[in-house]
């Protein structure tokens, strides 16, 4: 340790520093222009010259590059220093009159004009590019020429190879001399392009060492070894001397780890397409045209432009933006993609929405597409409301090319309408809404793996098994299953667990460890002790805020006993220095002040506990995301905040008081509603991981409305495999049938309901932990279209029964008709019932399949053969079924007569009616759902304004609802098709079982309260909780108020700030609490 | 009254406008340190009574998020 004087005050310094960077450590500012961290000093600028006393004389020395000694004197700032540096300046300034920071130098020295000749130079030959050159290992320029010649060049002012184009000069230089550019024309003989980011789809650059994206998991930086310029040279590895925990190793190398495994689910996802090769779009060419992912990036407020719409080419605001349908997608001719991508409607709806909103009602949507395919739930509605509310322009065309403007950076779409006229529309932008495709590696993988895939390249699965492979102990889901959108890849996700669970059912918790159990200290009556740890997250919080400042500024705060500043407060050997500091101290309450507590309070939480604390006695406040990084240019608010923030988290936690965690033991036996395919499958899946299970069926039999389908669209029968289930769910020993059976009362919640159930033999109270609701839907009974009043007007699972009974009436039939959306997408019903287009066209093929003399009609309004399904559509034209489109407000006419019916259709490509003569008609009707409010109140889960429940979360919670414990699965949430149904189902059983093979849950601390001494009796709480926590108390004093079961409280505090009576305290987050946090404000 | 600077005491829901103004943060967007943020687990649980607190302590705005 070297021990000398800076300015009068004695300090410290390692041997073998440099004045100026011990300087830099104890605050005082030295200026420099040719310094930087990851260089060795050169002393090239002289700017941060310094006065020297040796104990005998002064002298001028160069503080970035002069070594400190024992006992030397230093002064920075003296008048001669500042004298010869003003001179210093001068110089520069005269050299380069026009560089910024020079100007702002000579300003801060009292420079107005240089009295030298002035140049029209901007390198101050500083040098530190030509040295951050060779630490990059590559020394492509340096400085040539002497004296008034010297500049930074290449060898013989070539363009060379050796240049790698890294960028490291122009990053480096201070004065802007060296670009991107002038490494691209004067330096480099190399293609200089920007790293594209894989997250923001190529719009924007990223480094080669990065984060992929902000919420990244694990959120930390890796390296490019393609881009990194050290893996090119050997050189550089700054990044490894400015990282403050020395965290990178750039030795590390790809490892192959084996593991043993039970089951493997494959979820590779898809490609999205790519439409460079449609040379008729222009993508490749034109800015202006863009893919609808990169479109998303465009919306998105952490996107390239933040958020803000404008197009690429000039960054103007646009005015009118097409997009383009089906591009990669139903198309055979120019991609070999037969199959429809499912997503693409949808999401350009919502992408033309929110552009909307983004840029005002005065911009112009215009979605171009063959069939509008929102068939998803909620979706026919948002359709409706883009069209209607927001005025988005649907038009009916498929558009051959993109054609650019002539002297603008608009685009030119010619299309046909649907009167057949050809107009020519001019646009801002065009988005091309792709499809999604299985990438080369997924396939590889399969093929790897031996697991089939199917004509578009998916995975091949059975209807009945939808989410196994060929392989057995091999699953998938997701869009590598098939194209699908979010619900559905959520859905099948746990479909794939619950597969993988029930083959591993067996070895299931045979690798856990018991975790060592802390004995808590009782707190009680002990006044507090408040421990504050401040981090300086690196240079994170540390850079802008004072830290210590903070730290000593917390030690004068009300009951605070101890204080400390750490530079990563959640490195482990910091926690492990918390947990003795917290013993040795003897704190009660601790705040930590770093970064967010949404992922950092469960550790620190841990440490307390591991402290013996109890994990409530912790508050921490975020002077990293809300502080330091939102307030880099004002360190002196940005301290002054994170005091306050302090002194607020200080002032709440010396109220917080230890809280219990409410455990429960949960009921292990599960009980299904409904027995057609979702409940029984739901019930075999609980079976099959070992829980026993009571099946209730309202009807006498076993299968649902799958006892009226005839097959699925892969061509399976359904009946052979109906049979089967039914079979297996009937000779079950965990499985309890109770047929003819409904609930007529419920009790209870998560873990401990008690259902009574009523059946004609009398009833029963079953007790037990979890419910699957699986309630189905039934059939739309028309009124129109002479159903009822006709034989030959049937629906479509009425002809799915002649089918299966194989009726000799369907031999004499000339003519079939089949009408689409009967019931669905109108006023009263306004859904898509999803499964109806497949099944007519799988119908009619039948028909076809037969007796291909048959002539088929469908009349239809879009058709919805989402996925694969569209090879049915494609087929069925190919086998001659005529397709006939009408509109919502000119739908057929039917008529009948003793030698057949008369259905008339308004054709739109004809432009004229179009009378068939049939002789039978299949309607394909809505599915309904029964509208179960009892159901629905016994359970407390929603139902929407159609009659479907609603689940927990309409993207990532499809299978449960937000009422603890209760599952939901098949029709009774939205109309699907039996291999949906079955995902639904093991899907529901997989978030069930999650539940039930934790046997007790725990649940938070942070929960709500009713003093039943201050209770009215109103009943707000009880009405306003999303959650059915509170009930009225039933027995004892205090009939008739309130009481809230921890267990169901998910602790959001709605009932404390509605309680008129003041009776409810919400711990953890109590009124006192809060009221002193804005106290300290 | 030029430098003076409003005082705004901000309830931001844990589950959403919270975590937003941490991804502020990670975006590394700047805004001015007028704020003083109190996270509640649901804007549900903020009660009138804490606005008026919020005003009476001085604050010059109130700002709820959820």
């Not at chain 1, 929405?353 to 949507?365: Q, T």
């Not at chain 1, 918390?578 to 040795?584: F, K, L, P, S």
């Not at chain 1, 965990?734 to 919640?749: A, H, K, P, Q, Y």
């Not at chain 2, 919020?54 to 604050?59: P, W």
Request: a negative charge; proline letters at 4%.
């Amino acid at each position: 340790m070297v021990t000398f004087k800076l300015n009068g005050n004695t300090v410290q310094g390692e041997e073998g520093e440099y004045i100026l960077q011990v300087a830099e450590r104890n605050g005082v500012d030295i200026p420099t222009l040719c310094h930087h961290k990851a260089l060795e000093p050169a002393g090239m600028c002289r700017i941060c010259t310094v006065e020297l006393f040796d104990g005998r004389r002064s002298r001028f020395v160069t503080a970035c590059n002069y070594p400190i000694w024992e006992g030397m004197e230093v002064r920075t700032d003296t008048e001669i220093v500042r004298d010869g540096r003003k001179l210093i300046v001068e110089m520069l300034l005269a050299r380069c009159p026009e560089v910024p920071l020079l100007k702002k130098l000579a300003a801060e020295y009292g420079i107005e004009e240089p009295r030298f000749k002035k140049g029209d130079d901007d390198c101050i030959l500083c040098g530190l590019c030509t040295r951050v050159c060779e630490r990059m290992g590559a020394s492509a320029i340096s400085l040539t020429g002497r004296g008034l010649e010297m500049s930074v060049d290449t060898p013989f002012h070539e363009n060379t190879e050796v240049c790698l184009a890294c960028g490291a000069c122009a990053s480096v230089c201070p004065t802007g001399h060296i670009s991107i550019d002038v490494v691209k024309e004067s330096h480099s003989s190399r293609d200089v392009e920007m790293i594209p980011s894989e997250y923001d789809m190529g719009l924007k650059g990223r480094k080669p060492i990065y984060i992929p994206y902000a919420q990244a998991i694990p959120n930390t930086p890796a390296i490019d070894r393609n881009k990194c310029i050290h893996f090119k040279t050997g050189g550089c590895k700054i990044c490894a001397d400015f990282c403050g925990v020395k965290a990178i190793d750039h030795l590390q190398q790809d490892e192959i780890v084996e593991l043993n495994v039970g089951a493997i689910v494959l979820a590779p996802g898809f490609k999205p397409f790519d439409p460079s090769r449609f040379v008729a779009y222009n993508y490749a060419k034109h800015p202006n045209v863009m893919t609808s992912m990169e479109f998303e990036r465009i919306l998105s407020a952490s996107g390239p432009t933040m958020g803000h719409l404008v197009r690429m080419s000039d960054h103007k605001e646009p005015k009118k933006i097409a997009w383009l349908q089906c591009v990669g997608s139903r198309d055979i001719n120019r991609c070999d993609h037969g199959y429809c991508s499912s997503v693409c409607c949808m999401y350009a709806i919502k992408e033309a929405v929110i552009a909307k909103e983004h840029s005002g009602s005065d911009l112009d949507c215009a979605i171009f597409f063959m069939d509008m395919r929102t068939h998803g739930k909620e979706f026919e509605r948002y359709y409706d409301g883009a069209r209607e509310k927001h005025g988005v322009r649907f038009i009916r065309s498929r558009v051959h090319s993109i054609e650019p403007a002539q002297g603008s950076d608009d685009l030119v779409l010619g299309y046909a309408t649907e009167k057949g006229e050809f107009v020519e529309e001019s646009f801002d932008m065009v988005v091309l809404s792709i499809g999604l495709e299985i990438s080369r590696d997924a396939a590889q993988l399969a093929e790897k793996l031996g697991v089939g895939l199917t004509e578009g390249g998916f995975c091949s699965t059975s209807s009945f098994s939808p989410v196994a492979t060929n392989k057995e102990g091999i699953y998938v889901c997701g869009a590598f299953q098939g194209p699908k959108d979010i619900p559905q890849s959520v859905i099948e996700a746990s479909s794939a667990a619950a597969e993988a669970g029930t083959l591993l059912s067996e070895a299931r918790n045979t690798l856990t460890r018991e975790k060592e159990i802390i004995q808590e200290r009782d707190i009680r009556g002990e006044r507090p002790r408040i421990g504050v740890f401040v981090c300086h997250c690196g240079i994170n919080i540390g850079g802008v805020v004072d830290v210590k400042g903070v730290r000593d500024y917390a030690k004068t705060l009300p009951y605070v006993e101890f204080v400390t500043d750490n530079l990563y407060s959640c490195s482990q050997d910091t926690q492990e220095a918390m947990t003795q500091v917290i013993q040795a101290n003897n704190l009660n309450r601790i705040v930590v002040a770093a970064c967010t507590p949404k992922t950092h309070e469960p550790l620190f939480q841990e440490t307390l506990v591991n402290a013996g604390l109890n994990r409530y006695l912790f508050e921490m406040t975020n002077i990293r995301n809300q502080d330091s990084w939102v307030h880099k240019d004002d360190p002196e608010k940005a301290t002054e905040k994170a005091k306050d923030l302090v002194r607020m988290a200080v002032a709440k936690v010396a109220l917080m008081e230890p809280l219990q965690e409410a455990q429960l033991a949960i009921n292990q036996k599960a009980m299904v509603i409904g027995g057609g395919i979702s409940g029984m499958m739901a019930a075999r899946t609980l079976s099959r991981q070992g829980y026993a299970v009571c099946l209730v069926e309202r009807s006498n039999d076993l299968g649902g409305n799958a006892l009226n389908l005839f097959q699925t669209w892969k061509g399976e029968k359904v009946k052979h495999q109906l049979d089967s289930l039914i079979e297996s769910v009937r000779s079950d020993s965990r499985i309890e049938l109770r047929l003819g059976t409904e609930l007529s009362n419920v009790e209870g919640f998560v873990g401990n309901f008690k259902t009574t159930l009523a059946s004609s033999a009398g009833s029963e109270v079953l007790e037990h932990g979890i419910t699957v609701l699986a309630t189905g839907a039934s059939e739309y009974k028309p009124t129109e279209y002479l159903y009822g009043k006709d034989q030959r007007v049937v629906t479509h699972l009425e002809l799915d029964r002649l089918f299966m009974a194989d009726d000799p009436a369907l031999k004499n039939i000339n003519t079939a008709v089949f009408i689409q959306c009967v019931g669905s997408r109108e006023p009263e019903r306004p859904y898509c019932s999803r499964v109806c287009c497949t099944h007519s066209i799988e119908s009619a093929l039948h028909i076809k399949e037969t007796n291909p003399e048959v002539d088929v009609y469908i009349l239809y309004r879009d058709i919805r053969t989402y996925g694969e399904r569209e090879y049915l559509y494609r087929k069925a034209r190919a086998k001659g079924v005529i397709f006939v489109r009408f509109s919502l407000e000119n739908r057929p006419k039917v008529s009948a007569s003793p030698d057949g019916l008369a259905i008339e259709v308004a054709d739109h490509i004809l432009g004229r009616s179009l009378v068939i003569h049939a002789d039978l008609l299949a309607l394909a009707t809505a599915i309904v759902p029964y509208r179960d409010e009892k159901l629905a109140q016994f359970f407390k889960v929603p139902m929407n304004e159609d009659g479907f429940f609603v689940e927990a979360h309409a993207k990532l919670g499809p299978s449960e609802f937000s009422t603890d414990g209760v599952f939901l699965c098949g029709l009774a949430h939205y109309p699907k098709p039996i291999d949906e149904s079955v995902a639904h189902a093991q899907a529901a059983s997989s978030r069930a079982v999650r539940l039930l093979a934790q046997k007790n849950v725990r649940v938070s601390g942070t929960v709500a309260q009713i003093n039943p001494l201050y209770c009215s009796s109103c009943g707000v709480c009880i009405s306003i909780c999303p959650y059915s926590a509170p009930h009225s108390i039933e027995k004892g004093p205090f009939t008739g108020r309130a009481e809230i079961n921890p267990v169901l409280c998910k602790g959001c505090g709605l009932c404390v700030a509605s309680c008129r009576s003041g009776a409810i305290n919400l711990k953890g987050f109590g009124t006192d609490q809060i009221m002193a946090m804005i106290n300290e404000i | 009254m030029n430098d003076w600077q409003p005082k705004i005491t901000t309830f931001l829901c844990h589950w959403c406008s919270y975590g937003a103004a941490d991804l502020a943060g990670v975006s590394r967007f700047q805004y001015p340190p007028n704020f003083r943020i109190i996270r509640v687990p649901c804007s549900g649980r903020v009660s009138p009574k804490f606005i008026l607190a919020a005003f009476r302590h001085g604050a010059d705005g109130v700002w709820v998020s959820g």
